[in-house]
């Protein structure tokens, strides 16, 4: 059994309190958390000797209530809050207050590392976030590489055989080496043999236009730094000399460490032709003087191209009008105009299209053509674009057609008043002209006419002469005459009388020849039969028409006085022929009179004015118009006339058609002047007649034949001829009736005219 | 009748020799601390021919296999000889989603007496004290149960290490913790603790007495 000291036990508790404190400061770097170690502390600081009550505070402060103790938690001044203790026997705190010390010192260090741990863990989990993120955008990276170069590999592959295939060239370019492996196409582009050339990039740069090469070089490097696919258009020489412009394609399919370009891929395209295309759309937009523009919905702003500029006049570097302020340009009648046109295609969409006046930047007033469309996103409209037009000049041009269309008009009233009053005097003309024609067929006509007319009546003026005489003599031997008539004899001349009626009415013409040959026979007759005075008994007989059967008369022909009986009655059958003589006289005079008659029949009104058509009898009209030209026929030329029968019925202008046959006989007639024969052959024919007048004249050449209906020509003499007969005769037969004429001549053969007229339908 | 232990033993963590019964805690703030002291500590136990009892969640039987066969002892044939039982804190501490001090103390009590009647040397049991304690039904007795539990190693010398994560428990409780337990492992280190209250001191303190 141990007796233990006062001494024994002080030290013991000593090492007791020491104990706690050195085992709270190792559990307290277990302890995760500061509220963790806050609240540990606060716990067993209490069994300490002589401390009643433990605060803690997160942040120093200056006041320290009575009988409290600060042991703030600071090291590298980093304010980790205050413990403040409560003493309730300071004699028993005192002893181990340094050690409190040391410990609340090991607490701030604990509260400090557990803080700076804190930072570092925060830190190290951003590094390791970052890292993370990293590794995963590195495997996405490496990933995606494989595939890219994968897929690479395959559209590589793929780009070879299609452009194998296909118009454009291919090249493979090694940038560190400067080699670059150009495809066939590539060469056969410009004209050379494949592999003609050195597969390098110094034949890239020679075959570029010397004078744009450098500019070109930089350029492109420019494009392929800028983007990992790109393209560039410039121009090559072709083996030819000439010069091909070329878009240039380009891929960059590996890079360095750097992120420098070590491959690329890529395609030569001939664009030679849209390059003109461009070129001539450029020109054709200056001559056309139009221009693009865009206003961007969003930001309000306008973009132009050149040909905007220059339409409104600002300078290419000049800012220009937005949104809200280019409708101020315009001239103010058309400011609302505009205003709406625009805002109903933003809102309605479809095209704008309108025409207004606008002012330009320097002042000059011009007429623009604008049209323009919306572009939709997401159901906003983004942007409205399109084209403006300056059309001042077209607009100008339009006020001038409609100024000059305008006189025009006036022009054209007033030429066809003067057109109307020219073509009335030509009607009047013409209609004088025809007139003229037909009066001088007329006065062709009339002379033989007249004559015609004439020997009737030279007939009846002798006839009646002859009547006269023979009626005084007769008068005056009346008595013996009737006495001897009464006579056996008389009976007998009674035959001989009935017999001189009976052949005057049958009895022909003599020729002197014939009736002296009669003479001879009769007298022969008579002398055979003991006749005395034969000879004059026959002349005498000839006189009274009797020719034949003489015998029955020879017993009154033995009378004694035969002569003188015979004259008495020869009186009388002379005056019987006289009476015969003159009504045929009158008969010939009168047919012409009715033929002349018929001839000159009107077909038109009091004013001229054509009246309807009427059935004529084309028969009729021909025979009418021959016997008006017997004066001209009956001696040297022979009429044949063939009208054949069931002839359709003709409707038309009498007078017309008898001017053209008067023309056609006429023209006949005139051509064969030393006689000859004229046939005239009607006949039906396709629904109508046809007249064929047919002579057997001079006939005509074929250059006279083909101008033969020509107004005004004519192979007459000077004065004979108008030289419009026969373009009447056409107009008459083809315009006014519908019908169809036709020329047959030959020279020296003669001519036939056929004309064709259509029968009523 | 009741092996008496008249030999010190080694807990495995240095080269202290205890006598049997020893009630230490440690509060680990890392899984790696815990399953060291939890397989030295079984090792030991196996080794110096006691009984040994593990309560863990994480210390699996791969975890021991690996561990023991180092040392050349097979997992295997310590269970079926009855020298190692393994099973889950939960298992064990909440039959029933309840935590009943008085059945632990009995199961402890019997685990005791087992290992006597099996011959064995001693007993040990390490057991790590999961979270849910502070949220089950009947947690609240955890101060209490430790407390009996130093009283009924007087009388059953079974050597216990109650593992306790600093993650998990306040500071606050840890140090009531500290008070129940009279040793702690520290850094390896088996030290006397001198916030131990003796458990008649304590239970009177808390009116479990």
């Not at chain 1, 300071?90 to 181990?96: A, G, R, V």
């Not at chain 1, 058509?613 to 028969?619: A, L, N, Y």
């Not at chain 2, 040994?52 to 791969?62: A, G, P, R, Y």
């Amino acid at each position: 059994m141990s007796i233990e000291t006062n001494s024994d036990t002080e030290i013991k508790l000593e090492a007791k309190w020491l104990g706690q404190l050195l085992l709270m400061q190792s559990v307290l770097y277990n302890l995760p958390t500061k509220d963790s170690i806050i609240n540990f502390v606060n716990k067993g600081i209490t069994d300490l000797p002589g401390i009643g009550e433990c605060d803690y505070q997160s942040h120093q402060t200056e006041i320290t209530p009575e009988n409290m103790v600060r042991f703030p938690l600071s090291v590298q001044e980093k304010d980790h809050g205050v413990f403040l203790l409560k003493i309730d026997d300071h004699d028993k705190f005192s002893p181990y207050q340094d050690y409190i010390n040391n410990f609340f010192f090991a607490v701030g260090v604990i509260l400090e590392e557990r803080y700076q741990r804190r930072l570092n863990q925060k830190h190290q989990e951003s590094i390791e976030q970052s890292l993370d993120q990293r590794t995963l955008q590195l495997l996405e990276e490496i990933k995606e590489r494989k595939e890219t170069e994968n897929n690479l590999r395959e559209i590589t592959l793929q780009h070879r055989l299609v452009l194998k295939a296909s118009n454009d060239g291919f090249f493979d370019f090694n940038v560190k080496e400067q080699k670059i492996t150009y495809s066939d196409r590539w060469f056969t582009m410009l004209g050379y043999e494949p592999d003609e050339l050195p597969h390098t990039y110094d034949t890239w740069i020679s075959l570029l236009r010397p004078e744009n090469r450098d500019y070109v070089e930089k350029g492109v490097w420019e494009a392929i730094n800028a983007n990992a696919r790109w393209n560039y258009e410039f121009e090559m020489r072709r083996k030819d000399g000439t010069y091909a412009w070329i878009l240039v394609r380009g891929m960059i399919v590996e890079k360095d460490g750097t992120g420098s370009p070590v491959r690329i891929l890529g395609t030569h395209t001939d664009i030679t032709k849209r390059k003109q295309a461009e070129l001539l759309l450029n020109a054709v937009g200056k001559i056309a003087k139009i221009g693009g523009w865009e206003i961007d919905m969003v930001t309000g702003r306008s973009s132009w191209t050149k040909g905007v500029y220059d339409i409104a006049e600002f300078e290419y570097d000049q800012s220009i009008p937005g949104s809200n302020d280019h409708i101020q340009y315009y001239l103010p009648e058309y400011r609302d105009f505009v205003a709406k046109k625009i805002n109903d295609l933003i809102e309605n969409g479809g095209q704008m299209e309108y025409e207004a006046q606008f002012t330009t930047q320097k002042g000059n007033v011009k007429w623009c053509r604008a049209i323009g469309q919306r572009t939709m996103v997401n159901g906003v409209c983004t942007a409205i674009n399109g084209t403006l037009q300056d059309i001042t000049a077209f607009k100008e041009a339009e006020a001038e057609l409609t100024k000059y269309r305008e006189n025009l008009e006036q022009l054209v009233k007033d030429r066809t008043n003067e057109l109307e009053e020219t073509l009335s005097i030509l009607q009047k003309t013409q209609s004088q002209l025809i007139l003229f024609e037909k009066m001088g067929a007329l006065r062709h006509l009339i002379s033989g006419i007249a004559h015609e007319i004439n020997n009737p009546l030279g007939a009846i003026d002798a006839s009646n002469e002859i009547l006269l005489n023979n009626l005084q003599k007769i008068t005056v031997n009346i008595d013996k005459l009737a006495g001897f008539l009464k006579s056996p004899f008389g009976v007998q001349f009674g035959r001989i009388l009935e017999k001189s009626f009976s052949s005057c009415a049958s009895s022909v013409t003599l020729t002197t020849r014939e009736r002296r040959k009669l003479c001879e026979e009769i007298t022969a007759t008579l002398e055979k039969f003991n006749v005395p005075n034969a000879y004059e008994i026959s002349n005498k007989l000839i006189s009274m028409k009797i020719y034949d059967n003489i015998e029955p008369l020879v017993p009154a022909l033995r009378h004694e006085d035969v002569l003188e009986k015979l004259g008495i009655l020869s009186e009388i059958i002379n005056s019987i022929t006289a009476c015969d003589t003159i009504a045929i006289a009158v008969s010939k005079a009168s047919k012409i009179v009715n033929a002349l008659k018929q001839y000159i029949r009107k077909d038109t009104d009091d004013q001229g004015k054509q009246l309807p058509f009427k059935p004529v009898d084309i028969r009729m009209c021909l025979d009418n118009v021959l016997l008006l030209f017997q004066n001209s026929t009956k001696n040297f030329i022979n009429v044949e006339l063939n009208y054949g029968g069931d002839l359709p019925e003709i409707i038309g202008s009498q007078d017309e058609l008898n001017q053209v046959w008067t023309n056609l006989i006429q023209n006949s007639i005139y051509a064969m002047g030393n006689g000859g024969t004229l046939t005239i052959d009607v006949t039906a024919k396709d629904n109508g007649i046809l007249v064929k007048i047919r002579d057997d004249g001079c006939g005509m050449s074929e250059e006279v034949k083909n101008k033969v209906f020509e107004p005004l020509f004519t192979t007459k003499p000077a004065g004979e001829g108008t030289g419009l007969g026969m373009d009447i005769v056409y107009n008459i037969v083809v315009n006014n009736h519908h019908g169809a004429i036709e020329v047959e001549s030959k020279p020296e053969v003669g001519t036939t005219i056929s004309v064709w007229l259509p029968a009523r339908t | 009748m009741a092996q008496t232990c008249d030999h010190n033993i080694n807990l495995g963590f240095t080269d202290q020799k205890f006598r049997p019964g020893v009630h230490a805690c440690q509060i680990f703030n890392s899984d790696e601390e815990r399953e060291e002291a939890l397989l030295q500590f079984v090792y030991s136990g196996l080794k110096s021919g006691e009984r040994v009892s593990c309560f863990s969640e994480k210390v699996n039987d791969k975890i021991f296999s690996y561990y023991l066969e180092q040392y050349g002892i097979s997992l295997e044939e310590v269970k079926e000889q009855g020298r190692l039982v393994h099973a889950r804190t939960g298992d064990v501490y909440f039959d029933h989603d309840c935590f009943e001090p008085d059945r632990m103390l009995n199961l402890l009590e019997k685990f005791h007496k087992e290992s006597q009647e099996m011959n064995f040397s001693g007993a040990r049991v390490i057991g790590e004290m999961t979270t849910e304690i502070q949220h089950i039904k009947g947690g609240e007795r955890l101060l209490e149960y430790e407390s009996k539990v130093s009283m009924l190693l007087k009388r059953c010398p079974v050597t216990a290490v109650c593992q306790y994560d600093a993650n998990t428990f306040d500071g606050a409780l840890v140090m009531d913790i500290l008070k129940v337990h009279p040793f702690m492992i520290i850094k390896g280190r088996v030290v006397s603790n001198p916030f131990y209250m003796k458990p008649e001191e304590y239970l009177k303190e808390i009116g479990k007495a």
